[in-house]
């Protein structure tokens, strides 16, 4: 404006500039003014532009927009309150790193380490990640976990959510054994419980003991650590896929109080619509909030979307599969919410003009949310409404075909071609549907957009692995889960950035580093597109931009 | 702790059927002691509003001594809360409308609860459709497997085709549930299931199941519910135990009704008869040279013929009828005098038997128009035996397939085998997988 100075332009030279805009793939400078890219150039070209100066800080670096994760959970900021067990490599928010548990002896050594550190006494320990799956022929029980202590009552929460082990101080504290006959209480060889206790008729004998780590509690220190791991990974949108706090002036507050200016990533909440408890009874007033809440967004923060849940876990066996079924024959998994309470929910929030995404795993599940999504753009036709089947994780190619003519996109769960492939191949799908599993090539060749997600905590945020995972499909043992079904890594970089900023109808603002978009990037070591498809997720992350501000991995060097 | 406490009645039942209408029966009742009933949504429990004596977030107390609560997100909470509560008498849960009783019936072992009887409600239009739906089938399926009690609802929307379409799943999923027809309006209909679900949970506790001992010791036999808390993927002594804590709750009795019978004589014998057992079901050879089909279910008599090939039929998922190649009923019932009921309904039955029976057998019966007076002056079983021995096939002496069903009794049963029988046609008996 006449009179006012205007804003530097900063030129940030770098070792490359990869873009994700066809136009101009690669770039050596990117020129950022205010919050904003202002062009993609030579130094030389960039340095034309009215109050251009230099600055070479990124000189040495490789620089690709912002990676968007699609489905993720604030949560995540949540779990590490406890301590990690799981069975995969992770690094916390403060940048520690936790090596997997491989064995009970593992879990045992960690729990004891990290014990020492719990001042009081009284306090119970809460550990994290712990999946029976990767243990198939030894049960973890509380004669385990006296190894740790007998006086401290622990509790350890089982990955599926349907089961947990606690040691006999927890035991004692809970007064287990005097309700030892409550299905679901596991009992040793001498009629007493062992720590083991399935679904929550059991689990909730000890209910007092981890209230407030589940993945739904969310505060403002949780909200903090989980934007410190997304500096962390390069990702600068983060998504919370379904929270039930929006519906109270509180829930809104704690988003907005913490996710402002200097929130290091761009959060988009979504309304747990359906598929979690009891469907509100006032869909339409849920979604006149929601409505009423997106025009409280702002640059970082988003509101107005919605998440439903149809099905359960394949490796929990809960997914609703289509035939020919699990592998083993297993019993079909289970609805969170039965189809025609999911059609109501989801026919409503269409037509508020909100934005869904579907948790979808089984292809039962992908079929549901087709079916419905058809009878409902037929009933209500809205252009370009980009809802999502979100992990998708065994859709079918006809499924996907129908998807591209329905104007859906596919969210693939690729983490779980490692954290699960084996699994999958083994034991729930079997070694020929197991190839299928989070189909990206199939997906990209019927052209449905897609992205690909962590679902962190579920398994770790960190977009650079998911592309290894989604490039190379290897398993944790090391076999390729269907060969067929590898993409390039243009591809899966595409997928985790232009392809999730695009089903969260945000491919106008970020997603690509093109002029007018906000200045997100992901400052990286090494460029994808160079190293070894097997390395891609090894890159070391030195930070991020959001919004031009920049922000410092506190991952250590390894 | 735990063996004891007040019972759980968990009242299950897809989106739809008529759970909420039946939970304000029971809360507006009154009638049933302290009552605490758990719903989904306050939104659609309808008391009226001077019966509220006071309401809070997720609670109303109403001035006849019930409760309501609506579950929260929480259930955990509110469960553990209800089984802490010392001033209720019986717990009833509403479940969410794909709730699977089966999974959820373990709170009733929770400390403070023990199990009452498990109450489905069955939609009678549009049950055979959900049947076949790709999404639910399996959903409704074990809800219905589940029952102890079948509440057949909105009866006036239902053809008469799908009414008893819908009987007849419920006979072949849920053999040995009572079924109750209670249409909207039908007060009397809604009564009888209160009243049977009150005086199901107020039966002597059993011993829940335990694990490595899932067999109940004799003596704990009065069991309210023969399921609910049973892991569809548990190995098969869950089910021998349910099965042998349902035996002593209700008997049972196949009825072996060999040669070429009227049916329409049989179904008039059920009908008069209809009271003292809870349900009746078998596939009898009819004096037309064929098969047919007959149910007592809800208090309704239904027959069909049976094609020749049985593929149509759907699958039990388990539970038989009874085998193929035998012309029998089986006959249920229950209370302390079970067994003499299903002696002396059985006697009416073979007393109607037999078109080819004797002329004096016949006139026996058909004097009675269809009242059978002829077993009130105990018409000796003797009678029937004869003339069915002229035409009989060789009904040989067996254990019935059902779950709980006792041997065939002897008369029935040791009929000889004439070497001039007639070789009947047996109607292929196939099931399809689910």
């Known amino acids: ?558 | 702790m735990g063996r004891t406490g007040k019972p759980l009645t968990l009242i299950g039942g897809y989106l739809g059927t008529g759970k909420t209408t039946l939970v304000n029966h029971i809360l507006s009742a009154g009638s049933y002691g302290r009552v605490a009933v758990v719903v989904n949504d306050f939104g659609s429990v309808n008391v009226d509003a001077s019966l509220i004596s006071s309401a809070g977030a997720d609670t109303l107390e109403l001035t006849n001594g019930c409760i309501c609560c609506q579950i929260t997100d929480d259930v955990q909470r509110t469960m553990s809360a209800l089984a802490a509560r010392e001033d209720i008498d019986h717990v009833v849960c509403e479940l969410s409308g794909i709730g699977d009783p089966a999974r959820l019936g373990s709170w009733r072992s929770y400390p403070g609860f023990r199990p009452g009887p498990v109450v489905i409600c069955v939609d009678a239009a549009v049950t055979p459709r959900r049947l076949a739906d790709e999404y639910v089938a399996d959903i409704v399926t074990r809800q219905i497997a589940a029952a102890d009690i079948l509440v057949i609802t909105k009866t006036d929307l239902a053809t008469p085709a799908q009414r008893e379409a819908s009987l007849r799943w419920c006979a072949q999923l849920a053999p040995e549930a009572s079924v109750h027809q209670a249409g909207p309006g039908d007060a009397a209909g809604t009564e009888a299931v209160i009243r049977e679900l009150t005086e199901r949970a107020k039966g002597e506790p059993a011993a829940p199941p335990v694990q490595g001992n899932p067999h109940p010791e004799p003596g704990q036999d009065a069991s309210a519910s023969r399921s609910g808390s049973r892991d569809p993927s548990a190995p098969d002594t869950q089910h021998e135990a349910d099965r042998s804590e349902h035996a002593s709750a209700h008997a049972s009795l196949t009825v072996a009704l060999p040669g070429l019978n009227a049916v329409q004589r049989i179904v008039a014998a059920l009908r008069d008869h209809r009271s003292a057992l809870v349900r009746a079901k078998g596939i009898i050879e009819n004096d037309e040279g064929g098969w047919s089909r007959i149910q007592l279910a809800g208090d309704v008599v239904t027959t069909e013929p049976v094609s020749g090939d049985r593929a149509d039929r759907p699958a039990p998922d388990g539970l038989p009828e009874p085998k193929d190649p035998e012309s029998s009923l089986v006959l249920i019932a229950a209370g302390p005098h079970a067994e003499q009921k299903l002696r002396f309904v059985a006697d009416a039955l073979r007393a109607n038997a037999c078109t080819h029976s004797s002329a004096g057998a016949g006139k026996a019966t058909a004097d009675g128009a269809g009242a059978v007076p002829g077993l009130a002056s105990g018409v000796a079983p003797g009678l029937a035996n004869d003339a069915a021995a002229r035409f009989a096939r060789g009904a040989a002496p067996r254990t019935a397939g059902t779950p709980g069903v006792t041997p065939a009794d002897g008369p029935a049963a040791d009929v000889p085998h004439p070497a001039d029988s007639p070789t009947p046609v047996h109607p292929r008996h196939s099931r399809t997988a689910q």
């Open chain 1, 1 to 558: 404006m006449p009179g006012q100075t205007p804003e530097p332009t900063i030129v940030y030279p770098a070792r490359l500039v990869r873009t994700m805009n066809a136009s101009c793939p690669t770039a050596e400078a990117v020129a950022v003014r205010g919050d904003r890219f202002r062009a993609v150039g030579t130094v030389d070209e960039l340095l034309s532009y009215p109050g251009a100066v230099v600055d070479d800080r990124y000189a040495d670096d490789v620089l690709l927009p912002g990676f968007v994760e699609a489905h993720s959970h604030a949560g995540t900021g949540t779990t590490w309150k406890g301590t990690y067990i799981g069975y995969v490599d992770r690094v916390d928010p403060e940048g520690r790193h936790w090596p997997g548990c491989r064995s009970i002896d593992d879990v045992i050594a960690r729990l004891q380490r990290e014990e020492r550190k719990i001042g009081d006494p009284g306090q119970p320990m809460i550990a994290w990640g712990f999946d029976p799956i990767f243990f198939q022929d030894r049960h973890l029980t509380a004669r385990d976990l006296d190894r740790v202590s007998t006086e401290r009552p622990i509790y350890i929460g089982h990955a599926s959510g349907h089961a947990c082990t606690v040691n006999s101080a927890a035991i004692r504290r809970c007064r287990v054994a005097e309700a030892s006959h409550v299905e679901g209480v596991h009992l040793g060889d001498d009629g007493q419980p062992n720590g083991e206790l399935h679904e929550f008729a059991a689990m909730s004998l000890v209910q007092e003991l981890s209230a407030g780590n589940d993945v739904l509690s969310v505060d403002r220190a949780a909200l903090e650590r989980f934007g410190q791991d997304a500096v962390n990974t390069g990702t600068t949108t983060l998504t919370d896929l379904g929270t039930t706090r929006l519906m109270g002036e509180e829930g809104v507050e704690l988003y907005r109080g913490t996710v402002g200016d200097g929130f290091p990533a761009r959060l988009n909440v979504f309304h747990f619509g359906a598929g979690i408890g009891p469907v509100s009874g006032s869909l339409a007033e849920d979604a006149q909030r929601l409505v009423e809440l997106r025009d409280l967004s702002t640059d970082r923060l988003t509101f107005g979307n919605v998440k439903l849940m149809l099905d359960g876990t394949l490796q929990g066996f809960t997914a609703r599969v289509r035939e020919p079924g699990y592998y083993g024959d297993q019993p079909n998994g289970m609805w969170n919410v039965s189809p025609e309470e999911y059609h109501r929910a989801f026919e409503i929030f269409h037509r508020a003009g909100l934005l869904i995404h579907v948790h979808c795993n089984g292809d039962q599940a992908t079929q549901l949310f087709l079916d419905t999504l058809e009878q409902v753009l037929v009933a209500h036709p809205r252009p370009d409404h980009r809802h999502t089947c979100t992990h998708s994780q065994m859709t079918t190619p006809a499924q996907f075909r129908r998807m591209k003519a329905l104007g859906a996109c596919a969210n693939l769960f690729a983490n779980h071609i490692w954290q699960w492939g084996d699994q999958h191949l083994d034991l729930t799908m079997g070694p020929d549907r197991a190839r299928r599993n989070n189909a990206a090539a199939t997906a990209l060749r019927h052209g449905v957009p897609i992205s690909l997600h962590s679902d962190s905590p579920v398994t770790p945020l960190g977009p650079l692995k998911t592309v290894k995972h989604a490039v190379t499909r290897l398993t944790q043992s090391g076999r390729v889960m269907g060969e067929n079904e590898r993409i390039s890594a243009q591809d899966a970089l595409e997928a985790i950035t232009l392809g999730s900023a695009f089903m969260l109808k945000r491919d106008d603002e970020i997603g690509s580093i093109e002029p007018g978009k906000f200045a997100d990037m992901a400052v990286l070591a090494d460029d994808p597109l160079a190293v070894d498809p097997a390395e891609i997720g090894d890159i070391r992350v030195h930070g991020t931009v959001v919004g031009g501000r920049h922000f410092r991995s506190n991952v250590g060097s390894s």
